[in-house]
């Protein structure tokens, strides 16, 4: 209920203490407060798949060589290898010793010195040329050359103990390193013979020469091993 309306200033004393009275200031209306809008959420970043590296050619070979070798094709090998060696496009890069390692070991296990040796000269002296293992496999290349059958035998069974360590930068490699150097010290050595799908070694037919003259044989291990065995398959025969 609304109450009785004020009555109007009459007298000068009510007048006056109503000039004295402050009157409020208008109170402007505030403005609305913004909301912030909820932040619209950031899209996740796409992880990008992990590149892959590509792989050099002598990689892509190598898996052929390797069966290759574990065949005893030895020929087919050589071809595989020269063809894929005139085919590459960069011949210092490290993975070329992947090819070059199965074909001088072919070579050589072929009997084919001269090949061998243009193989290796084909190598960078500053690059790949003074890596261990192509110094390895030109150690033993001259020791055939040569004929210092005493040095053959200590240059193989330091290629295949290099070969065999754990440290061996490829392993797969080493294991066909392995394979061809005993299948080489094989045929080397008094006409034995060596099939490398079962790894074994066969002696040579009664009556057979020796491929080296008793006076050069060295004190090898490996040579030991062989004397040994071919004279216990004489006797059975």
């Known amino acids: 209920m609304t109450g009785p309306p004020t009555p109007p200033l009459t007298t000068a004393t009510e007048m006056a203490d109503a000039s004295r009275t402050p009157v409020p200031a208008p109170v402007e209306p505030s403005a609305p407060i913004a909301v912030p809008s909820p932040a619209a959420s950031a899209p996740a970043e796409l992880t990008p798949p992990p590149k892959q590296i590509a792989q050099t050619s002598y990689e892509l070979l190598f898996p052929t060589l390797s069966n290759l070798a574990h065949q005893g094709n030895y020929r087919q090998l050589i071809s595989a290898a020269e063809f894929g060696d005139l085919k590459a496009d960069d011949d210092r890069h490290p993975t070329r010793l992947l090819l070059i390692a199965p074909l001088v ?133």
């Not at 790894?199 to 090898?220: D, F, M, N, W, Y």
């Open 105 to 237: 070991l072919a070579y050589l296990i072929e009997d084919d010195l001269p090949p061998a040796k243009l193989v290796l000269s084909r190598l960078s002296p500053e690059k790949l040329g003074s890596l261990p293992l192509a110094q390895a496999l030109l150690g033993l290349l001259a020791s055939t050359w040569e004929k210092k059958y005493d040095h053959i035998y200590s240059r193989v069974e330091y290629l295949t103990n290099n070969a065999q360590q754990a440290q061996f930068a490829e392993p797969k490699l080493g294991e066909v390193i392995t394979i061809m150097v005993k299948a080489f010290a094989a045929l080397g050595d008094l006409g034995w013979t060596y099939d490398a799908s079962s790894e074994t070694l066969t002696p040579p037919a009664e009556g057979a020469a020796s491929s080296i003259p008793t006076a050069t044989q060295g004190p090898s291990s490996l040579h030991k091993f062989n004397l040994m065995a071919d004279s216990t398959a004489r006797l059975e025969l």
